[in-house]
């Protein structure tokens, strides 16, 4: 969105000979000329008009508010940010924001980005960005957002979409703005009514395989790099671990003070079979009833089987589990330990490890890692967390309506060249009553 401001032009525009001077009428003007002497036209000279000089160009003010996108549902802790177009020559001195006619906030110099806290309530506000240059000259824009009473929440169905891009070479690109971004659903572009760059608070299942496969150094291993994984979340993320082998275990959500978590991952010890799909329906429907932004950390070897290697170690498949974490709307990022997993199949003998870890991953708008060593879990771990913390989130109101419970494709994509988007790939329309 674009207000352009333009400055007044002085002087009065420079005519042919005709022109008005000090008020004379034209036919006065006229006159003059009739009495100039004509020897110079005798001689050959041709009097023509003055065509008209064109005005020297204007320089243009622009001002563009990048987030939140106009028409947007909007609640909680928020980033207002701005982008101003001035000239070289008189640059911006200061950029205001106003919501409601208040203003929140100064911002002097580039990003042009401020915190704000709309409240608990989705209300319709009018944000309004003024930028004024060194001379003075301002430009302004505006957007408005939506109100969302309580008896239209069942109605109105919005869909978040978290997603990280990258470009190759250069690490993550975190400079993206609304308008860079392209969402289709089922082939059909939909209309982006939400946008952010801030970090939100994320709610974890931290997953830890504590099978007899990972007795000894890899457990200690493992356990130690779950720590420093606990050590990097915010202090508004929650988080539970859930240990799986025969038996799967729990600790309580945390949230702030990570004690408990803490405890529960220093007490794992190895042992039992691998009941791998069963940990992860156990964290989807943990993780189900709550809202925002909801991932599982795994590290396993990817191997769903009994400790007797005769028969599987969960009584949910892999589709099933697969099924009820996109229902739930969680990330899944996969951490698979040992050398071979590409060449290692699942039980059912229908994908390799590697496969199978990279599919939960993929299909959910989590990322798969690769450690074949316990040596680099560390930086897998710290990865996961950075990665998170640098996304996008983006929210639409699908234009397919139907409240059917069938699975809708998602495909998101940049509009910069060479920048690659990873999101999740689809979600379960709500079903009808």
Request: with cysteine; net charge neutral; glycine share 8%.
């Amino acid at each position: 969105m674009f207000v352009r401001c333009e400055r007044s032009r002085r002087g009065k525009e420079r005519g042919g000979l005709a022109r008005r001077r000090h008020g004379a009428p034209a036919w006065r003007a006229g006159l003059l000329l009739a009495a100039l002497p004509i020897w110079g036209v005798a001689r050959g000279d041709v009097v023509e008009p003055q065509a008209p000089s064109a005005p020297p160009p204007q320089p243009a003010y622009a001002v563009r508010i990048l987030s939140p996108a106009d028409r947007d549902y909007l609640s909680g802790p928020t980033v207002l940010e701005a982008e101003a177009f001035f000239p070289a020559g008189d640059p911006v001195a200061r950029v205001e924001f106003y919501v409601d006619d208040v203003r929140v906030a100064t911002v002097l110099r580039r990003p042009y980005r401020t915190d704000w806290d709309a409240g608990p309530e989705f209300l319709a506000r009018r944000v309004r960005v003024v930028a004024i240059s060194a001379s003075g000259t301002r430009a302004a824009a505006e957007i408005h957002t939506r109100r969302l009473v309580p008896d239209q929440r069942a109605e109105v169905q919005l869909v978040d979409v978290y997603a990280t891009v990258r470009e190759k070479g250069h690490g993550y690109v975190t400079d993206l703005a609304v308008g860079d971004f392209v969402i289709e659903e089922e082939g059909r572009p939909q209309s982006i009514t939400s946008f952010s760059r801030q970090e939100r608070p994320v709610t974890w299942a931290v997953l830890l395989d504590v099978s007899a496969s990972m007795q000894g150094a890899r457990l200690d291993t493992a356990r130690k790099a779950a720590l420093l994984f606990v050590d990097e979340l915010s202090p508004v993320d929650r988080a539970v671990a859930i240990t799986f082998s025969d038996v799967i275990d729990s600790s309580p959500f945390t949230a702030g003070d990570h004690a408990p978590l803490r405890a529960m991952i220093e007490s794992s010890r190895a042992g039992g079979g691998t009941a791998l799909y069963d940990a992860l329906v156990d964290a989807a429907e943990r993780l189900r009833p709550l809202d925002g932004k909801k991932a599982v950390l795994l590290l396993s070897d990817g191997r769903d089987q009994g400790l007797d290697g005769y028969g599987p170690g969960s009584t949910h498949s892999f589709e099933e589990a697969l099924e009820r974490v996109q229902r739930a709307e969680v990330a899944v990022y996969a951490v698979g330990l040992g050398e071979d997993l590409a060449e290692q199949l699942d039980f059912q003998r229908r994908r390799n490890l590697r496969n199978l870890l990279e599919a939960l991953s993929d299909n959910t708008g989590g990322r798969a890692h690769m450690v074949r060593r316990e040596g680099g879990l560390r930086e897998v771990f710290r990865q996961v967390a950075q990665e998170v913390r640098l996304q996008y989130s983006l929210g639409y109101s699908p234009s397919n309506s139907r409240r059917d419970g069938s699975w809708r494709d998602i495909s998101v994509r940049v509009l910069r060249p060479g920048a690659q988007v990873t999101a999740r790939r689809g979600y379960f329309a709500p079903a009808g009553p």
